[in-house]
T-cell receptor, first 113, second 110 residues
């Protein structure tokens, strides 16, 4: 089955620790995205990548970092510099080109205490 | 920057039609989308419309686009309790970057 996987579903960390969220897709999509969702709010774009070894900052990139060494993988690191990291994180991918509909993973709920 | 706005809540009776509205500001939007999110899950693409179209129908879903007013709507016919979810409107520009609205929570009462 083709799709996007995110792991783990729930993640707990202590304040001051970096944490990396996994996102893998086997859809052969060129583009991948990371969003943050807070209660009662829409999605805010953190980073996106249109092609391997290239990525761009989204609207709220501060305190986050990404890498795109493989087409299938787009891990997100939440660093200790992120002031309010507790949120629901969603990864998505799309074919790229002029077809931009996005396919989403199930999300990772990160709680930092 | 680009902005997408939706009303936050809609409540309907089972069997009625639901209409969820959205306005956007980016006149260069190429595609506009409707996504559905169930509790604790990711978003699922429901349908999309290219910006040079004014209507698209897909089974119980009808999308209307008024490009002049930058207004998009999603009509769900014969709404069922399983349609209860959060519905997001989104637009993408020529660079493939999408902007999402805050979502409309649809509640379907039996």
């Amino acid at each position: 089955d083709g799709g996007i996987t995110q792991s783990p579903k729930y993640l707990f960390r202590k304040e001051g620790q970096n944490v990396t969220l996994s996102c893998e897709q086997n859809l052969n999509h060129d583009a991948m995205y990371w969003y943050r969702q807070d209660p009662g709010q829409g999605l805010r774009l953190i980073y996106y990548s249109q092609i391997v070894n290239d990525f761009q900052k989204g609207d709220i990139a501060e305190g986050y970092s990404v890498s795109r060494e493989k087409k299938e993988s787009f891990p997100l690191t939440v660093t200790s510099a992120q002031k309010n990291p507790t949120a629901f994180y969603l990864c998505a991918s799309s074919m790229g080109g002029r077809i931009y509909e996005q396919y989403f993973g199930p999300g990772t709920r990160l709680t930092v205490t | 920057g680009e902005d997408v706005e939706q009303s936050l809540f809609l409540s309907v009776r089972e069997g009625d039609s639901s209409v969820i509205n959205c306005t956007y500001t980016d006149s260069s939007s190429t595609y506009l989308y409707w996504y559905k999110q169930e509790p604790g899950a990711g978003l699922q693409l429901l349908t999309y419309i290219f910006s040079n179209m004014d209507m698209k129908q897909d089974q119980r879903l009808t999308v209307l686009l008024n490009k002049k007013d930058k207004h998009l709507s999603l009509r769900i016919a014969d709404t069922q309790t399983g349609d209860s979810a959060i519905y997001f409107c989104a637009e993408s520009d020529n660079a493939g970057k999408s902007t999402f609205g805050d979502g409309t929570t649809l509640t379907v009462k039996p």
